[in-house]
């Protein structure tokens, strides 16, 4: 059964474990009645009380400051009472269950439980009740978890920015157009004397043409802020001895994988996660791709694997053996690779070539020279060491920017999510068939409405404007407790 949201709810908000400082809390109607047994004393609104924390006998179960948040000027907009005790976990179960019984002791003026139903919060079950009660939208209470994950200082950053409103405002600048031009056409379908003259008139192609732009700025952004979120997946994909899981330690700047002359030497995947700039990557080395005679069993479930890996990736990087590139047996076996990429990978995937062991063939350094491939993809292509380094930077670089990271200083930027990025390419998919019909010779008016419409739904998902309560369920139910 789902939980209630008028119940009375109470958790340890801090982390499990010893601190200096740990903090029970409690959200809910008609917590006043706690503050007697409690503490002994009524509590002034928005004030830091130091006493003790009375057991149901009297004594003092600790000693520390008491804070009450009378609703709707609250985190969760309920009243919220806080007690802030030492840190420790045992304390603190002490605490949270004299709070529960404190609740469940008959109110001698009422005959009533003091605070009837107060029960264990579920994870989230604070800040979903901040969004309900409107003290954040969805977005907000998203950033609010991706604040606690946060894993790099950019992360973390953008994830406050998204929390203060960035992300939201910008989602509701869009909105805001959006109804605008709603407004416009449901007025021509309205007023039938009203046609397709006055939506020229009032120059609907353009405003939606700017929104349209408008949308792809916020798109672009929303992706950088995912991306710093949740990392993306860089696939080292090549021919066997290339120097794949040479490259992976030299990104990772540690021994991940085993590296010998022996070609075949990867078989299982090896995932590592590392950050370029405050950016995560996670970045995986895959066995050498080949066929033919020499390729045992084990051998040949990792390059399935590795195709496997490729077909889920963000990025490729296509390493490539320098001192080998010149044997037309390495470089039709590199062609055919490159196919099978071509075939496998969506159009939207970068593919980089990483032109290894540049050290070993001397400074034949000019790009024509050492990087022999015709097919036009030298000048994206990456000369490198993995083993002195040289020319790593250089990668880096290029990842950043195969990623879409345009190097925005992290006061730019906000932290958004999948999800969000989803629903604005289906505002996209909308607005582009709203285009569509304005632009057709006949517009069906009907018709264009309807995509401005199913437009305004996708984005009001993002804030929870619209949206469903099983979606509330996944968002909340991955918050720790007490939060
Ligand atoms: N002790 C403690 N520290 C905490 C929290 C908490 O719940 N308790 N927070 C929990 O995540 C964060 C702070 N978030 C908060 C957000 C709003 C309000 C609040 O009282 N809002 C009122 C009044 C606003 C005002 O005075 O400007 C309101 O919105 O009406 C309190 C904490 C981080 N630090
Ligand atoms: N000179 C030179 N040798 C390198 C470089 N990178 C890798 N090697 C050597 O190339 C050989 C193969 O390196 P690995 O990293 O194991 O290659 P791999 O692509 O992972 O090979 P498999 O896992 O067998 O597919 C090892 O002997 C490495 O020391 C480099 O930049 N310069
Ligand atoms: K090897
Ligand atoms: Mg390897």
Redesign the pocket.
């Known amino acids: 059964m789902l939980p209630r949201h008028d119940e009375p709810i109470a958790a340890i908000?801090t982390a499990p474990g010893r601190g200096a400082v740990g903090?029970v809390?409690l959200s809910g109607r008609g917590l006043a009645a706690l503050h007697g047994p409690l503490f002994g004393r009524p509590l002034r609104p928005r004030h830091a009380h130091y006493g003790p924390f009375l057991a149901a006998d009297g004594s003092a179960l600790d000693h520390g400051i008491a804070?009450w948040?009378p609703a709707?000027?609250?985190?969760t907009?309920e009243d919220?009472l806080?007690l802030?005790a030492h840190g420790g976990p045992v304390l603190l179960q002490l605490l949270l269950q004299r709070c529960l019984d404190a609740a469940a002791e008959t109110d001698p003026a009422t005959g009533r439980p003091r605070v009837p139903g107060l029960r264990l919060a579920q994870p989230g079950e604070f800040t979903e009740r901040a969004f309900l009660n409107g003290?954040l939208d969805l977005a907000q209470a998203e950033a609010?978890a991706d604040l606690i994950d946060a894993s790099t200082e950019a992360a973390a950053r953008s994830a406050a920015r998204s929390l203060s409103g960035a992300f939201s405002q910008a989602v509701e600048a869009l909105r805001d157009d959006l109804v605008q031009l709603r407004m416009l056409v449901e007025a021509t379908l309205d007023f039938p004397e009203e046609d397709i003259d006055f939506l020229r008139e009032a120059d609907a192609a353009g405003q939606l043409a700017r929104l349209q732009a408008r949308l792809d700025d916020v798109l672009a952004r929303t992706r950088q802020g995912a991306l710093l979120r949740e990392g993306m997946h860089v696939v080292i994909a090549g021919q066997p001895n290339a120097g794949k899981s040479s490259l992976l330690n030299a990104l990772a700047q540690a021994e991940v994988a085993i590296v010998t002359p022996i070609a075949g030497t990867t078989r299982d995947v090896v995932q590592q996660s590392i950050q370029i700039h405050g950016v995560p990557l996670h970045v995986i080395d895959t066995a050498g791709l080949r066929d033919g005679d020499g390729v045992d069993e084990v051998e040949r479930i990792g390059i399935a694997r590795a195709w496997q890996r490729i077909e889920s990736a963000d990025a490729v990087l296509f390493v490539h053996d320098l001192s080998r590139a010149h044997d037309p047996h390495y470089a039709s076996a590199d062609a055919a690779i490159r196919a099978q990429l071509a075939a496998r990978l969506a159009a939207r995937v970068p593919v980089i070539d990483v032109w290894n062991k540049a050290d070993a063939v001397g400074d034949a350094s000019s790009d024509s020279e050492g990087s022999p491939d015709a097919g036009g993809h030298d000048r994206n292509g990456i000369r490198l060491s993995a083993r002195t380094g040289a020319g790593l930077e250089a990668l880096r670089q290029r990842l950043l920017q195969a990623v879409g990271w345009t190097g925005a200083t992290p006061e730019g930027l906000f932290s958004a999510r999948q999800r969000h990025v989803q629903a604005l390419h289906r505002v996209r998919a909308h607005l582009t068939a709203a285009q569509a019909q304005l632009a057709s010779p006949a517009p069906a008016l009907e018709l264009l409405a309807e995509e401005l419409r199913l437009a305004h739904e996708a984005l009001g998902t993002i804030t929870g404007a619209f949206g469903a309560d099983d979606l509330l369920g996944v968002i909340f139910s991955r918050f720790c407790i007490g939060?």
């Open positions: 908000a903090i809390r804070l948040f709707p000027h609250s985190y907009g919220v806080e802030q003290k609010v939060k």
